[in-house]
């Protein structure tokens, strides 16, 4: 790990344990030292081990989070709060459009054609670049805010080499079979990134898809908590989960912002259109991040589950679950 990071991390660590100390009496203090440092060697391990890919920048999109949308991402954290600064990740994603258009008109002209192809070609980097940086972003920011308030929750990447650290799973556990007499197919259960407590085997488990926009490809995204749930509900004796257990205890929900320039997801009073709602209703849960999105809720009463109260909630409901699973629940 970096040495910034590590520096900004133990920082962390140490005031979060100085301001909880002293509000405790003696059994409190007892209590809570066993939780902060048996949380600390599991959770805020894994979230600064996801952090550091940030850090490191292996992959150009991620060094662009680190170096055109973090800084400010940490400034935030610290004069608003974490819940605050999670529903507004579109402020500090604005914050460094300049430098963002600057790279995208670069990548526009090196290429030494004529007028109109250096357009398209800034352009569709614009597009491709601030979708993908988005999708990271949202997972890395919630790791670093769980890291704030000592969550017993870790969030990574969903990849096989990250499903280890979930209790020795694997991408088998989550797959799903469908029988036929001609043979069988399977396929995966799949997400963008994953939030688990690496302590409690027996704890939900979040699988959850990441997207910019709402549009089209919202709708795909169903899918894979309808699979689940198929899998799991012996009404389809032909669709058959590897680990029964597994999915039951698994949570399918998503998160999305509101970045189109024009016909915004959320921009009136009456939130999404009703096919996204219909959408979001067949998840566990659908959080958004967006400062000038209307039509959501003020609250997060029933923000989670089979029969939710409305069908998108603030991003900061989310986090707050995750925070302290033991109260929410």
Known sequence: MSAPLSRMLAEDGVALLGRSMTRLGGRGRRT??????????????????????METGALPVLRRIRDLWWPEFIKAV?????????????????????????LAAAHGTSSGVDAESRRQRTSQ???SNTGKMFERFA?????????EVD??????GFRTDNLKYCHGLSRNDFRVAF??????????IDADIFAFDPVSPEADIYMISVKSTLKDRFHNVPFWNLLRRAAISGDFPEVQAENVDLL???????????LAEQQRDFGTEAGARNLLRIDASLLDGAYV??????????DCDNHLGDIRKHAFYRYSCFFGHLAEPDVAS
């Open 125 to 127: 980097f614009l597009k």
């Open 151 to 156: 969550s017993p929750y870790a969030v990574m």
């Open 78 to 102: 610290k004069r608003d709060g974490a819940a605050q600064t999670l529903d507004q990740l579109d402020v500090i994603m604005n914050s460094g459009r300049r430098a963002l258009f600057g």
């Open 289 to 298: 991040t967006a400062s000038k999105a209307l039509g959501l809720p003020n």
């Open 179 to 188: 029988k036929f007499g001609d043979g069988t197919l399977s396929t995966p």
């Open 248 to 258: 039951s205890r698994v949570k399918y929900v998503a998160i999305c912002s509101d």
């Open 139 to 147: 997972g890395l920011a919630l790791a670093y805010c769980l890291q």
């Open 32 to 53: 809570f030292l066993a939780r902060f440092f048996r949380v600390s060697s599991k959770a805020r391990q894994l979230n600064a081990l996801y952090l550091q890919e």
